[in-house]
């Protein structure tokens, strides 16, 4: 089975802070990908990586940065953290492929304080 | 702009009937589509997925979902719903039609349903 896992459940962090949230995926997926989740809204993609050393701006990237340094590992940078990113955040990878399902971590719930 | 759009943010049914979940999609090229489900504090997991093979698609847990090109949906169905069936359920598209990493999901907003004792 492939596993998509990130690193911590629960965060609370505080207003300026550096906040790097990581997922690891053990499928060799070429895709990976950062979305937030709040209520009423769904899902937004925050960024996206294709490749290693890759990546792409999703609908909402601003106060976000990423890094995949290895094609396993996709890191989410909140570079100064602000309450207005408090939020569920979920990782998620896939296959280079158009008709591949994205298969997704446990979501790291981040409250900034 | 393309698009997925789930028809009610909240869907409450009685235990044992039907679950009806609907789904519509806005698409130049023809799409692929997916329906998810989301536990409590936990994240996606797949239920089915329609790539083209079959335009009745069964799933996980007793779902399945029909592919109507001319009325651009993809409606999540249950014949008998179950208590576990409580839970959020989001419609997904693949609408990328080329170039690396286009193949990005697009998500809709989610249902939410509730399943009465």
């Known amino acids: 089975d492939v596993k998509v896992t990130q690193s911590s459940r629960y965060l609370v962090k505080r207003t300026g802070e550096k906040v790097f949230l990581e997922c690891v995926q053990d499928?060799?997926?070429?895709?990976m990908f950062w979305y937030r989740q709040d209520p009423g809204l769904g899902l937004r993609l925050i960024y996206f990586?294709?490749?290693?050393?890759?990546?792409e701006k999703g609908d909402i990237p601003e106060g976000y940065s990423v890094s995949r340094e290895k094609k396993e590992r996709f890191s989410l940078i909140l570079e100064s953290a602000s309450t207005n990113q408090t939020s569920m955040y979920l990782c998620?990878?896939?296959?280079?492929?158009?008709?591949?399902?994205?298969?997704f971590g446990q979501g790291t719930r981040l409250t900034v304080v | 702009a393309q698009s997925v759009t789930q028809l009610g943010s909240h869907v409450s049914v009685s235990e044992g009937a039907l679950v009806l979940l609907r789904c519509n999609y806005s698409?130049?090229?023809?799409?692929?589509l997916f329906w998810y489900v989301q536990y409590p504090n936990q994240g996606l997991q797949l239920l089915l997925k329609?790539?083209?093979?079959?335009?009745l698609v069964k799933g996980i847990n007793g779902f399945e979902a029909e592919f109507k090109k001319s009325e651009t949906s993809f409606h999540l169905t249950k014949p008998s719903a179950h208590m576990s069936d409580a839970a959020e359920y989001f419609c997904?598209?693949?609408?990328?039609?080329?170039?690396?990493?286009?193949?990005?999901?697009?998500f809709g907003k989610g249902t939410k349903l509730s399943v009465i004792p």
């Open positions: 998620a990878s896939s296959l280079e492929w158009r008709g591949t399902e994205a298969f």
């Open positions: 499928m060799d997926h070429e895709n």
């Open positions: 990586s294709y490749d290693v050393k890759m990546k």
């Open positions: 698409s130049s090229v023809p799409p692929y």
């Open positions: 329609y790539t083209s093979a079959a335009t």
């Open positions: 997904a598209a693949s609408l990328g039609d080329s170039g690396a990493g286009s193949y990005q999901l697009t």
